[in-house]
């Protein structure tokens, strides 16, 4: 009964690899996020997405596009993996203007 | 830009004693929220509670408690008989009446004393 599900939980890969997280949430929710967090532990938003707009953080890199195939899904694309982009990502979601609940976030790893 | 700052960035406090952690924020809106998040080491987000801008009575959920101060633009947790399980860094987070995602700030990590 996971109310916000993100796969993998871990993900070791080689700098320049193209990867995927996935999430989905059974909510019922209307807007989902993705988050990132660094190693200082400091989160900053990366997405937000309903079925009407997706708003895209300026200051994140084009090499990572979300895709949402219906609105229970909100998976992150990452192409060209940096070393930079090792953090732990966090997906999101909330139904208007209602609180967001978190999955548990995926640790990525670059080699 | 809203801005969020826990000028705080640990706090430790004694088993069963009061502990506040200090939050403020900037913003030009009239309408937004405040959070408290508590993110223990098993990286999980668990929501503490949740402030309206627009309710002058501050929030309370069992042993935690807000200090909504709108003027001061302060925003403040009380955790009353804190215990071991309370120990996690905690997250101030903001967000506006039309712009749904959360500005955080940097964290304060509390530890809980036996």
């Known amino acids: 009964d996971t109310a916000v599900s993100q796969t993998p939980k871990y993900l070791v890969t080689q700098m320049g690899n193209d990867k995927s997280i996935k999430c989905e949430q059974n909510l019922g929710h209307d807007t989902m996020y993705w988050y990132k967090q660094d190693s200082k532990k400091f989160l900053k938003i990366m997405f937000s997405y309903n079925n009407k707009e997706l708003i895209i953080n300026e200051t994140v890199p084009n090499r990572f596009s979300p895709k949402s195939p219906d609105k229970a899904h909100l998976n992150l694309h990452i192409n060209s993996l940096e070393l930079g982009d090792s953090a732990v990502y966090f997906c999101?979601?909330?139904?208007?203007?209602?609180?967001?609940?978190f999955g548990d976030g995926t640790r990525l790893s670059i080699l | 830009a809203q801005t969020v700052t826990q000028s705080q960035p640990e706090m430790s406090v004694q088993e069963a004693e009061t502990v506040t952690l200090s939050c403020t924020y900037d913003?030009?809106?009239?309408?937004?929220?405040l959070f408290w998040y508590k993110q223990p080491p098993s990286r999980q987000m668990i929501l503490v509670i949740r402030q309206e801008a627009y309710k002058q009575q501050n929030a309370t959920e069992n042993r935690f408690s807000v200090n909504f101060q709108k003027a001061a633009k302060s925003f403040s947790l009380k955790i009353s008989d804190s215990q071991l399980g309370d120990a996690a860094m905690y997250f101030c987070?903001?967000?506006?009446?039309?712009?749904?995602?959360?500005?955080f700030g940097s964290g304060t990590q509390l530890t809980v004393l036996p």
């Open positions: 913003t030009s809106e009239s309408d937004y929220y």
């Open positions: 999101a979601s909330s139904y208007e203007l209602g609180p967001q609940h």
């Open positions: 987070a903001y967000s506006s009446g039309s712009a749904r995602q959360l500005t």
